[in-house]
């Protein structure tokens, strides 16, 4: 199984500043047609995971854009700017490359 | 407004079956890759099984192959998880996913004598 590692574990963040997630796939998510199957979610105390950005980059409709996602190949961030309180919770990449598809084991971030 | 909702989670001895159920209004299941999620207690989200548009593709985590299967009717917008010789660590919240974007609120699964 392809396994996608995440970092750090967990993240405090000062209000208005920006945080950064890591997701490293063990194996490239890049289809031949250039198209990436990575997705990110986020997972706030208490709720279902949210779909925040779907082929690395593309923002689901309703995601603020202080939300951004980058990469290729094997390694990708998310990269969350001018961090509010209503970011916290858990957040989570997911390759949908290779059956089964995989998450990273989640990333808390938390507020200072 | 898209919603979905999940279903059929209960409180089951080892070696049970049950069958969990996920219906979708807002938006039509036909079109999409159905899928099903699970996250043990306190633990990280984990991919099950997924049904491709149509049916004719089913595929299922190893670890479950032989024991759950992964069915729709898309004239019911349903999404279906039929669970068999379950096995305490089964237990989770079970989300049903539509497409990679639309998410219930997962139902309940418990393992337990």
């Known amino acids: 199984d392809v396994v996608m590692t995440q970092s750090p574990f967990s993240l405090t963040v000062t209000l208005g500043q920006s945080a950064s997630i890591s997701c490293r796939s063990s194996?490239?998510?890049?289809?031949?047609?250039?198209?990436?199957?990575l997705s990110w979610y986020q997972q706030r105390p208490g709720q279902s995971p949210r779909h925040l950005i779907s082929q690395v980059s593309n923002r689901d409709s309703g995601v603020p854009d202080r939300f951004s996602g980058s990469g290729s190949g094997t390694d990708f961030t998310l990269t969350i700017s001018r961090v509010e309180a209503e970011d916290i919770g858990v957040y989570y990449c997911?390759?949908?490359?290779?059956?089964?598809?995989?998450f990273g084991q989640g990333t808390k971030l938390e507020i200072k | 407004e898209v919603q979905v909702v999940e279903s059929g989670g209960d409180l089951v001895q080892p070696g049970g079956s049950l069958r969990l159920s996920c219906v979708g209004s807002g938006i039509t299941f036909s079109d999409q890759w159905l899928n099903w999620v699970r996250q043990a207690p306190g633990k990280g989200l984990e991919f099950v099984a997924n049904?491709?548009?149509?049916?004719?593709?089913?595929r299922h985590l190893d670890s479950v192959e032989g024991r759950f299967t992964i069915s729709r009717d898309d004239a019911k917008n349903s999404l279906y998880l039929h669970m068999n010789s379950l096995r305490r660590d089964d237990t989770a919240v079970y989300y049903c996913?539509?497409?990679?974007?639309?998410w219930g609120r997962g139902t309940l699964v418990t393992v337990s004598s």
């Open positions: 194996q490239s998510l890049v289809q031949s047609s250039g198209n990436i199957f």
């Open positions: 049904i491709k548009p149509g049916g004719s593709l089913r």
């Open positions: 996913m539509i497409g990679l974007t639309i």
């Open positions: 997911l390759q949908y490359y290779y059956w089964p598809h995989t």
